[in-house]
């Protein structure tokens, strides 16, 4: 979030501030409150979007976990609100567990709103990418949706894509990805300048 200064702002703290857009998350409680902060930073980009990092969903014996909070409670609220929803997956770890299953199927309502992004696929031999696949099937059956949510391969970091490791085309498929994100989050950046092209 943009700000004067640099610091972390505690939940129970963000959230009685009028002008800001969390009051209502207080519906959650205390304990949902005790884990939330925001980041604020100075940057001309904050003031024109703010990301929502979400913690990552429990999968294999964490399940058993039982979260002191409304997770997916918490994620429709968020998803209500915001323009873009970037759902993350790592190529190791493809399982849609019972608790993500229950995130997805809390964004019913928002699929034009979702996109996948692969990340690390560069760290995956042709083999194990197509598992690739068997997500977006699995992935349409959770969303009950026909159409296969807008996806993005590639390694998703400040580091250069292992082209040992991918080869030529890997590579191109891979900054190809990584070009098409930006410019879907930069169309999202600009649409407050072009508000009046998206009304209808």
Known sequence: MSGPDERIIPGNTIVVHADLPFTGL???????LSKFECSQMPHSLLERITFVDTPGV???EKQRTQRSYDFTGVISWFASKCDLI?????PHKLDISDEFER???????????IRV???????VDTQ????YGAL??????VLNTPEVARAYIGSFNDKHVNEEFTGPMGKELF??????????????????????????
């Open 26 to 32: 207080t519906t959650f409680g205390g304990s949902f």
């Open 175 to 200: 900054e190809k990805g990584q070009d098409d994100l930006l410019a879907d989050l930069n169309h999202l950046i600009d649409i407050p300048k072009k508000f009046c092209d998206h009304r209808v």
């Open 103 to 113: 995130v997805i199927s809390s964004l019913r309502g928002h699929d034009d709103k």
């Open 86 to 90: 970037l759902l993350l997956f790592d």
């Open 117 to 123: 992004v692969l990340n690390k696929a560069d760290q």
């Open 128 to 131: 194990q990418f197509r598992v």
């Open 136 to 141: 977006m099937w699995s992935l349409g059956k």
């Open 58 to 60: 429990l999968s294999g």
